[in-house]
């Protein structure tokens, strides 16, 4: 029988996967150069983005239960600052924080999902501080597709209904029922 924290497991991990998954349908259309693409001073690249999104995976959910999430070692101020990574090493980067937290849901009981975790020394349970990540990434991975499709104009494949076509894709799903 499945249980409301089970159910609740499983779902947040389909929605993290979706959040990853329009990332990488974003990055599989833009060269590198186009990675590291800002229209002006205040708004980030894609890279930047990468750099962040992953850096604070990292801090949040590395030790998870036995550290504060935000580490001593996180440098914040720096996941803003353009590296300059190539396409691959962005890919490899952005992969490589997403396994952390999904290898952390996959191994988390439920009943740990009422457990206490500190974020900047505020306490959480466990549910509360995976909901504020939830937020968190889903507002980055909005800007990353925004960025997206700024960049790449009519060349742009949507990740959704394209604009214009939901009667169209309405009537096509409804045929198929």
């Known amino acids: 029988m499945e249980t409301i924290g089970l159910v609740y497991l499983k779902n947040v991990k389909k929605v993290f996967a979706s959040q990853k998954d329009l990332g990488d349908k974003t990055f599989a259309q833009l060269s ?3 990675m590291h693409y800002t ?4 708004t980030n690249s894609i890279a930047i983005q990468i750099q962040h999104v992953t850096g604070n995976i990292r801090s949040r959910f590395v030790d998870f239960f036995t550290s504060d999430g935000e580490k001593p070692d996180r440098n914040r101020d720096g996941e803003f600052n353009e590296q300059q990574l190539s396409k691959e090493e962005l890919f490899k980067t952005w992969e490589n924080g997403w396994m952390v937290l999904f290898n ?3 191994n988390m009981s439920e ?3 009422l457990n206490t975790v500190y974020i900047r020394g505020e306490a959480h349970t466990a549910l509360d501080a ?3 990540q939830v937020n968190h990434y889903a ?3 909005g800007q990353i597709v925004q960025l997206g499709k700024l960049i790449k104009k009519d060349e742009w494949n949507s990740l959704s209904i394209p604009k214009n076509k939901s009667k169209q894709f309405n009537t096509s799903f ?3 029922s």
């Not at 229209?39 to 205040?42: A, G, I, L, M, V």
């Open 32 to 34: 590198e150069e186009e």
């Open 39 to 42: 229209p002006d001073e205040n």
């Open 104 to 106: 952390l849901l996959e």
């Open 111 to 113: 009943n740990e999902l």
């Open 130 to 132: 995976i909901n504020r």
């Open 139 to 141: 507002y980055h991975v």
């Open 174 to 176: 409804l045929n198929k």
